[in-house]
């Protein structure tokens, strides 16, 4: 069993379920249908505006499908009881791309990465404490760092913050949406470094959404290629996107290789993997 699937997902905005309300709808998900494995990363890969958010967040529990069904260790995220969805949301996490919005400014280090052990777990103040110095040095930040505010960190350095907020109950899961998008390509570099040396410690798996090509493939065990809200092609074997005759993920695949002519000739797949490889 996979630990999640998600089966002929349709989803669109604004269907106003009132007579007099309504609104244009926007279909914006179409029979999706993806599975990712214990301990494994799915990158999913399209260009914006193609849905990924969007299936992110049907995922999460955040926003409820028209059709169609998640399913995360073996339960419809749909249909459970409160005790079982608050244990979802435990195995289940998100980092988004904004580290900075995704922190209350007025919070410590220490505090943001509190809120989900209080929420969740009954710790003493000392293993709440010895729990978050761990959790720093974790994510390649120090216990010294604790009491310092967001203003006081770098982009990169906030992340991890964020990673460690998600760490914190032990998740199955990560959901990383553009996580690393807006961070330069050292910093880049070294969070996918960090990403992919907790995936190996815990057995973690994620959904990765970027509309990098080259982070994906740093990343990710298998590819998704999602085009105008559908899953164009799915690749268990990574390397297949670049010789992928089927026209969208090929077009797809072309617009998010560099600029530069030497890595867009699509005969040329092992120039582009050595680019993208770590
Ligand atoms: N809350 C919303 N209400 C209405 N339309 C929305 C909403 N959220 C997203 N959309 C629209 O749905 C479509 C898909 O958006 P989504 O953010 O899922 O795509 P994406 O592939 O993640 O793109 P990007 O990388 O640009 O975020 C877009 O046309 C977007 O404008």
Redesign the pocket.
């Known amino acids: 069993m996979s630990l999640l699937e998600v089966k002929e997902i349709t989803h669109s905005?604004?269907a106003s379920r009132s007579f007099w309300r309504k609104k244009e709808v926007?279909p914006?998900l179409s029979g999706v249908s993806l599975a990712i494995e214990e301990g494994t990363c799915l990158g999913l890969l399209?260009?914006?505006?193609?849905?990924?958010?969007?299936?992110?967040?049907v995922i999460l529990g955040l926003e409820k499908p028209q059709q169609g069904q998640v399913i995360f260790q073996g339960q419809d995220v749909y249909a459970m009881d409160a005790k079982s969805r608050q244990q979802m949301r435990r195995n289940l996490q998100v980092v988004f791309q904004d580290s900075y919005s995704s922190v209350n400014p007025r919070l410590t280090a220490e505090k943001i990465i509190a809120e989900p052990l209080e929420n969740y777990e009954k710790l003493s103040a000392g293993e709440q404490n010895r729990a978050i110095a761990s959790l720093l040095e974790q994510v390649g930040l120090s216990s010294s760092d604790m009491k310092k505010y967001p203003r006081e960190f770098s982009g990169g350095q906030l992340q991890r913050i964020n990673i460690a907020r998600a760490l914190a109950l032990k998740p199955k899961m990560i959901v990383l949406?553009?996580s690393v998008s807006s961070l330069d390509m050292v910093t880049q570099t070294t969070i996918l470094e960090l990403l992919q040396d907790l995936k190996t410690r815990y057995g973690l798996s994620y959904l990765f959404?970027t509309?990098d090509i080259r982070a994906a493939y740093a990343i990710s065990d298998a590819m998704a290629i999602?085009h105008k809200?559908q899953i164009a092609e799915v690749f268990q074997d990574k390397d297949a996107v670049f010789t992928s005759q089927q026209p969208a993920v090929k077009n797809l695949v072309d617009a998010m290789l560099p600029e530069h002519p030497r890595y867009r000739n699509a005969a040329a797949p092992t120039e582009a993997k050595k680019l993208f490889s770590r």
């Open positions: 905005y604004g926007k914006v399209g260009s914006s505006g193609a849905g990924k958010s969007t299936l992110g967040k949406d553009e959404i509309h999602m809200g």
